[in-house]
């Protein structure tokens, strides 16, 4: 089974400063993808961004980025010139790499509060 | 606005009692999931359709049950409701089974959720 940690319950940046919210995971598969995703007051679960296992390039979406470190089984979230839109708690997220069809189930963490203060 | 709908937003019922939810995949998604999202549990997997077929089941309780229709709707039914059942309820859908390649064919797209009150 995997296990996705979040060890950071709470984190707090100032605008257009830079924070990083770190990941780790357990697995023994090879083929997998990893998520974050954002949930703001809302409770709305949006996808932030992806990355595939097998890509050794990280992802980049806009002002976020991702470190993804397949040795050392983590992969954590870069938010750069963070806006008072991207408060939130922040999910990692682990998917089994499935074939046409088959089960591919989320497998979260407990998530990441991020406060953005002015 | 992701594209997956949910109804009803809210719902308030009493301990014992069932509801239905209901679910609408992005258009063409084949694939449908449900998750629950409490306080003590966190989100959890419960089930997974795939084109009216049962795929995946995850920590469901036997009370709980769902399908998906030959309309690619979902609907998931909760009986014999107990408080500890109080949570919010995601469906989401992915193009798996459409073509495409990797991430892009499996990553899930959430609907807005409903919030299951039981009193």
């Known amino acids: 089974a995997q296990t996705v940690t979040q060890s950071q319950p709470e984190m707090s940046v100032q605008e257009a400063e830079t924070v990083t919210l770190s990941c780790t995971y357990d697995t023994s598969e090879n083929n997998y993808y990893l998520f974050w995703y954002k949930q703001p007051p809302s409770r709305q679960m949006i996808l932030v961004i992806r990355?595939?296992?097998?890509?050794?390039q990280n992802a980049t979406e806009n002002r976020f980025s991702v470190n993804f470190q397949k040795a050392a089984k983590s992969f954590s979230l870069k938010i750069s010139d963070s806006q008072l839109g991207d408060t939130a708690m922040y999910f990692c997220?682990?998917?089994?790499?499935?074939?046409?069809?088959?089960?591919?189930?989320?497998?979260f963490g407990t998530g990441t509060r991020l406060q953005v203060t002015l | 606005d992701s594209g997956v709908t949910q109804t009803p937003k809210h719902l308030i019922t009493a301990t014992g009692q069932r509801v239905t939810l209901r679910c609408s995949p992005r258009s063409g998604d084949l694939s449908v999931y449900w998750y629950q999202q409490s306080l003590d549990q966190g989100l959890q997997f419960l089930i997974q359709y795939y084109n009216g077929e049962e795929r995946a089941k995850g920590n469901i309780l036997e009370r709980f049950s769902a399908q998906q229709f030959p309309d690619l709707h979902s609907e998931l039914n909760l009986s014999s409701l107990e408080l500890g059942d109080s949570a919010l309820y995601f469906c989401?859908?992915?193009?798996?089974?459409?073509?495409?390649?990797?991430?892009?064919?499996?990553?899930?797209?959430f609907g807005p959720g409903t919030r299951l009150t039981v009193l």
């Open positions: 989401a859908s992915s193009p798996t089974g459409r073509g495409g390649s990797g991430g892009a064919r499996d990553t899930q797209y």
């Open positions: 997220a682990f998917m089994k790499h499935g074939n046409t069809g088959t089960a591919s189930k989320l497998t």
């Open positions: 990355q595939e296992a097998y890509k050794q």
